[in-house]
């Protein structure tokens, strides 16, 4: 199974940016898809972005634009640049993997980063 590790959360005011990182370890050739949800209070766990295992990337509309899902070399890691963060991108951020064969896939989850945007 993977781990993940995040970082690169916290307080930055409307119109800023942060980077979000997130480095697998583990089993990580078993990994299909890396991404971003945001769950912030009262409100339910949500996509952001996510990059498949031979590339492609999806984002939800709200991001699109604002935010950049890339990852390195060695597909381990991902980041999320966030760009013209508004208070309402205030959440806590969660790594995601999906793993193991296409057909019988699982989640993996990081403990989560908050990001607090002001106004």
């Known amino acids: 199974q993977v781990q993940l590790v995040e970082s690169g959360g916290g307080l930055v005011q409307a119109g800023g940016s942060l980077r979000l990182s997130c480095t697998a370890s583990?089993?990580?050739?078993?990994?299909?898809?890396m991404g971003w949800y945001r769950q912030a209070p009262g409100e339910e766990r949500e996509m952001v972005a996510v990059?498949?295992?031979?590339?492609?990337?999806i984002y939800a509309d709200s991001v699109k634009g604002r935010f950049t899902i890339s990852r390195d070399s060695s597909k381990s890691t991902i980041f999320l640049q966030m760009n013209s963060l508004k208070p309402e991108d205030t959440a806590v951020y969660y790594c995601?993997?999906?793993?193991?064969?296409?057909?019988?896939?699982?989640?993996?989850w990081g403990q989560g980063t908050q990001v607090t945007v002001s106004s």
């Open positions: 995601n993997v999906q793993e193991g064969p296409l057909s019988a896939m699982f989640p993996t």
């Open positions: 583990g089993s990580i050739f078993s990994i299909q898809v």
């Open positions: 990059i498949r295992k031979e590339g492609t990337t």
